[in-house]
């Protein structure tokens, strides 16, 4: 899978979560998507393939959004894996950035996941 940004250790676990949309216009579609979508049978090898490797994007995206103190870790991490997913999409179709507006949504959802540290 590779070293994703939810990996990076120089990072906060907030910052990790949006580093992960940090992806260029040029970002091609991911290759998991394509081949499930070409495929048409969601038993064939390479969709199952395709389908664990989503599930464990969600999954670091969850573990990343547990130790930034989200109130239900595993919404926020499927909320992100779905905008990443959309935004790749989107980006392809429209050969256009959609990451930055991706991040500005991820944003919200990230804030609104994390309660807000109590001064003391």
Sequence with gaps: ??????????????????AAFAMPASTPLCPYIG?????????HPASLYAREHKLAIAARLTETAREAGATDPEE?????????DGAAARTRVLNSASFPTAAAIAAILI??????PIPG
């Excluded at 899978?1 to 949006?18: A, F, K, Q, W």
């Excluded at 926020?76 to 990443?84: F, I, N, S, T, Y």
């Excluded at 804030?111 to 807000?116: F, H, L, R, T, Y």
């Design 1 to 18: 899978m590779g070293v994703l940004p939810c990996d990076r250790s120089d990072l906060t676990p907030r910052e990790r979560l949006l």
């Design 35 to 43: 081949a499930a979508v070409e495929l048409h049978d969601p038993e």
């Design 76 to 84: 926020l991490g499927e909320q992100l894996a779905l905008l990443l």
């Design 111 to 116: 804030d609104n996941a994390i309660p807000a």
